[in-house]
Each structure stands twice: as C-alpha cells, then as structure tokens.
C-alpha cells in the first residue's frame, strides 16, 4: 500500500532497518509448528509461511533481480507461487489458495530468507552510485514487510479461531484491573489547514500530497469507545434496531448474524473472548475491537454522535506524541487506557481516494495503493499489531466496510 518518498535514510541505515524489520518477523514466528503455518482460514487471510516468503519475494523482485545482473534465485517459481497482486509483475497463484502450498516447506522458505538476506546485505554494503534509490526500495520494502507482520498474527488470530482447543498463540496474560474512565470530548476549531505528508521522512504515495482542506468545528472522544461501552449498545438491541444502521451494513449484519464483535461469545453469564494470548474474559475497560464499519457507524448513531472523519482525525492528533501500545511490545490485544496511538484501527468516516493531485508511481509499484481507491474506508491510529516504526500522523490504512477480522475500534465525534 505504497510508493516511494524522498529517500530518507543512507545505505548504512537502510541496512540496520532491513536487519531490525527482518529479525522481528522471525520472532513473530519462531514458537509457531509447521501447521501453524500453514493456516487459512478465509480467502482475506494468508499463512504465516506465506507472509514470510512474500515479504522476500519483494525484495528479490523489486531490487535483487533490477540491480543485480548476476543474480539467481534459489527457485524462478516462488515468482508465480509470492506474488500477491502485482500484475505488471507476472502471472500469480490463486489467492484462496495459498494454504494448499505445502511445498516449498517451512525450512525451504527460511533458505530463501536467508538467501535473499544475503545478498540484499551484500548490495546495500557495496559502493555504487545508485546506492541512494536502493536504499530508497530497501526502506518501502520494511515497510511493506511491517504492514505484513500485522496481517501476519491477525491472519493467525482468525485461523486459529477456528480450533475448538482455543490454542494461544503467546502465553496469557491477565489484564490490570481497571475503573471506568468516563467519555469526554475535546473540542477543535477546524477552519482552512493543510493535511498530508509533508515529505520529510517515509510515507506511502497515498498519504501525498499534502493539501489545503476546511473543517468545521467539531468535537472528538477523548477515548476510544470501550467493550463496556459496546455491551450498553448491545443490551439495548443495538445490533436489532435497524434505526442506527446504514441499509447495507443491517443486511450484512443480518445475514451474517453479528450479534457482537467478533471472537465474543457468553459463558457463565461472562463475555469473553478469543485473543493472540488465548480465551479471556473480556477486558471492559479496553478499546472495542474487531468490529466493521458498519458496526462502529450503527454504534456512533445510536451513541447520538458520529464517526469522525481522516482530517478531524489527523488535526486531533498530530501534534499528539507517537507513544501506545504497538506490536513491539508484545502485549498483542488491546490495552485500557486513554491513547490514540496502537490499541485499535480507528475507523473513519472518510472513503479511501486519492488526495488533490495523486498520481501512482510508474511501474509495478505504482500498483501498491491507487488501484485500492475504491469501496473502502480509512482507519487511523495503528494497533497493538502495528509495529512502532510503522507510525505517523498522516498513516491512512484502509479496508472494506464489512471486514471485522483485523484490530479494529473507534472513537466518537460530533458536531458544534
């Protein structure tokens, strides 16, 4: 979901960030079995194996094989077998079915790792003269390799969902306990700004260019909304009164019979549910997560408020220090308190479309995000998923209004 930006780093750099961003997507994987590995549970998900050979595939395809006359591949078909989407690239393997790959196995695809390292070091420690533009395609290739290791452990949440042992995926942890925080709203005067990326550092070509944009005054939640907040709208037959529902989103929740968020479910007289460090009673005073946008817009109507949009969004936070729960520190679920920053995805009101004057770079990374923009809706604020490194004001990740499966809450706004 990507294109380049001015390059930032020196070789140097761009060496210690490919090493720090490889090495924790083999953490992310060393306690998992060859089954594990293997999992996909839905056509949306991918296998852990797969995220890894794809995330080197990248760097083979974009750089090693473009820079290095002489290099050679351990295997030419992990072309066919890696590629996601990227058409300009070549011909690919169905996406349903890449949990039917069993070989190469787990082992092949660390030597294919491994190789590629290898030689990746190699070029970056070399002495050319376009060393900048490689380290320029080194750093989108981290970045691209963070957004993988998010998909990574929420694809794995959802397959191993699935098994009626509840398997954890790391060790379980009890929460603290916590008292309710009540929601506050702060309010923002709006008038003529400028948002987007400002070219200094990395971004994605969709977070450019920045732009003149007017908001109104608005006010926005000091919290994101809670799962004891969630219940209140369950127990007043939030999801059963079609009021509060967009017409799409009540036939989609009707037909997929959403009673909850997903991974909920009632034991006792309890909430609990299913999470990377196994079953858990529900946490009440932590961010709602796992919930589309259709439901967290049916929430914000019944609430008497409203989702707000990327701009309020990124004008609410962006002088807000980058500190919270992300993927490094290993919490892995959502935590209680007040941040923006890791937790949840916040949902938007804002389509994913290009900014005034976007235009996708040439070639087959020109791909990464513009043929997205469309029938999707932005999130903002990154999650317990998403790695530190990853995180900036502008960052706009996006899905489908009905997606549920990766980490995703919200926050209220309203109007003055």
């Avoid at 390059?7 to 490889?22: G, N, Y």
């Avoid at 991918?46 to 080197?56: F, N």
């Avoid at 990746?120 to 691209?144: F, K």
């Avoid at 959802?158 to 398997?167: A, E, K």
Wanted: with cysteine.
């Amino acid at each position: 979901m990507a294109a380049i930006a001015p390059a930032p780093l020196a070789p140097p750099e761009a060496l210690s960030l490919f090493e720090r961003t490889r090495h924790r997507t083999t953490n992310l994987t060393e306690r998992l079995r060859p089954e594990d590995m293997m999992l996909q549970s839905m056509e949306d998900a991918s296998p852990a194996k797969w995220h890894l050979a794809h995330t080197t595939w990248f760097f083979e395809e974009f750089i090693l094989k473009p820079r290095l006359p002489d290099y050679v591949s351990p295997d030419d078909r992990f072309a066919f077998l890696f590629n996601s989407y990227y058409t300009q690239a070549g011909p690919r393997h169905a996406r349903d079915r890449r949990g039917m790959v069993s070989r190469p196995d787990c082992a092949e695809v660390a030597g294919y790792r491994a190789h590629v390292d290898e030689a990746l070091a190699g070029l970056l420690s070399s002495n050319r003269d376009d060393a900048d533009d490689i380290a320029s395609l080194v750093e989108l290739g981290c970045h691209h390799e963070m957004q993988h290791q998010e998909l990574l452990v929420t694809d794995l949440l959802h397959g191993l969902s699935f098994n009626p042992l509840l398997p954890a995926y790391r060790d379980p942890e009890p929460l603290p306990v916590t008292s309710e925080v009540p929601l506050t709203f702060t309010r923002h005067d709006g008038g003529l700004v400028e948002i987007g990326h400002d070219g200094k550092g990395f971004a994605y070509d969709c977070e450019q260019p920045r732009h003149p944009v007017f908001a109104p005054a608005y006010d926005i939640a000091d919290r994101p909304v809670t799962n004891r907040d969630w219940i209140d709208f369950m127990e007043d037959d939030g999801y059963g009164d079609a009021r509060h529902w967009l017409m799409e989103g009540h036939a989609v929740a009707t037909r997929e019979s959403w009673e909850h968020p997903l991974y909920w479910w009632q034991q006792d007289g309890e909430w609990w549910t299913f999470t990377l460090r196994g079953a858990q009673p529900l946490a009440l005073d932590a961010p709602v997560v796992h919930v589309s946008y259709y439901e967290a817009e049916a929430f914000a109507r019944w609430a008497g408020a409203r989702l707000p949009t990327e701009v309020e969004h990124e004008l609410a936070f962006r002088d807000t220090p980058i500190n919270g729960n992300f993927l490094d520190h290993g919490q892995l679920r959502p935590m209680p308190g007040q941040g923006v920053w890791g937790d949840v995805w916040e949902w938007t009101a804002s389509p994913f479309t290009p900014y005034p004057g976007f235009r996708p770079p040439e070639g087959a990374l020109g791909e990464y995000n513009g043929k997205f923009m469309v029938n999707q809706m932005v999130l903002r604020g990154g999650s317990c998923a998403t790695a530190r490194d990853q995180m900036r004001p502008t960052y706009r990740t996006f899905f489908y209004p009905h997606q549920r499966w990766q980490m995703m809450g919200l926050r209220l706004a309203r109007d003055v």
